[in-house]
């Protein structure tokens, strides 16, 4: 999806504005057929769908109380994806991009941010672990089909095989198969984080160098880079911690601003099982710094903070809290 609630698996998305709960008869879908073929195969064609095509549309992303609105122009050569994306409420801030490189203007502070994230589309891109399918972790079934944005759409829902993750319910338009509504379900199947377009025209005339030479208008902005990078991994965690509940870890990262130094003994780990990501920090506790567990929620991202021996840690991402918990702690090497 746009990163409009800042998702990425780097940290997720997001965050840019990003996405997994109990047994199948806490989703009321018993009865409704599977869906032929593969999760693999169906995420495949999904995002392909969006290669080639350009659309533009108002974006609404509802979590909890909170509603953010958002314009979208979207062009796709099948080479470079280019989006831009305008705040409609909340800070006013314009972000664009083309493929993994993005530009995000924030027009009050007259400041530009540079910085790399995934690629575009309402569901993140696929990462399989050493080749493993994702219908290991989820099956799909289909719910029918309804009008969303003045377009008919199919209802497909991704259900977890298991309680670690989170579950969704997607629309994709009949004709196309792009993704233009999304909502994020617990284990009761509640929802807890919905994306949806209130207005779409698909095969709108987008310009890719209007875009990009909008992209480069940096006159007047202060632009700071923000550069995450690989680190090497701290001897206090595991060198590459093994898969745990489905999420295998990535690598260890490092993000930095160019007035702000990355400080020494800092950890940013990424776990995923292919479509959600978690997001781990870890840094030795200081004694000048007190400590306060605390565990939040916004929407479908859960935020758990937590003293594990002398380090504290922080776990952000799309997953019900326990699976934060647990993979902080898979994180850590034992004393």
């Known amino acids: 999806m746009p990163h409009f609630t800042q998702r990425t698996p780097a940290t997720g998305r997001w965050r840019w504005a990003r996405w997994a709960a109990a047994g199948c008869c806490c989703w009321g879908l018993l009865a409704a057929p599977a869906v032929a073929g593969t999760v693999d195969d169906w995420l495949s064609k999904t995002q392909e769908a969006t290669r080639g095509r350009a659309y533009t549309g108002t974006l609404v992303v509802s979590a909890g109380d909170e509603l953010s609105v958002s314009k979208v122009w979207h062009v796709c050569d099948r080479t470079t994806q280019m989006e831009r994306v305008d705040s409609l409420s909340g800070p006013a801030r314009t972000t664009i991009r083309r493929n993994s490189d993005v530009i995000t203007f924030v027009h009050d502070k007259k400041i530009a941010y540079t910085d790399q994230r995934e690629a575009l589309g309402l569901l993140p891109m696929r990462w399989r672990a050493n080749g493993e399918s994702l219908d290991r972790l989820y099956r799909l079934r289909e719910a029918g089909v309804q009008r969303v944005a003045g377009h008919d759409a199919k209802i497909v829902e991704l259900l977890p095989h298991d309680a670690s993750r989170w579950g969704y319910r997607i629309w994709t338009e009949a004709q196309t198969g792009v993704v233009i509504k999304l909502q994020t379900l617990d284990g009761r199947g509640a929802v807890l984080e919905q994306v949806a377009y209130t207005e779409l025209h698909l095969g709108a005339v987008v310009s890719m160098q209007a875009l990009e030479q909008r992209m480069k208008s940096t006159e007047g902005y202060v632009v700071k880079p923000r550069v995450l990078k690989k680190n090497t991994w701290p001897s206090y965690i595991k060198a590459k911690p093994e898969p745990v509940l489905g999420f295998s870890a990535l690598s260890c990262y490092q993000r930095t601003e160019t007035d702000t130094p990355a ?6 780990c990424v776990f ?56 902080s702690k898979h994180l850590l090497l034992q004393p």
């Not at 400080?263 to 940013?268: D, W």
């Not at 479509?275 to 007190?290: G, K």
């Open 263 to 268: 400080l020494p003994g800092r950890a940013h």
């Open 272 to 327: 995923t099982d292919g479509l959600a990501s978690v997001s781990v920090f870890v840094e030795p506790m200081r004694a000048d710094a007190p400590f306060t567990p605390t565990q939040t929620m916004r929407g479908a991202t859960q935020v758990v903070t937590q003293a594990l021996g002398p380090y504290w840690v922080s776990a952000m991402g799309e997953a019900p809290p326990e699976t934060l918990q647990r993979l």
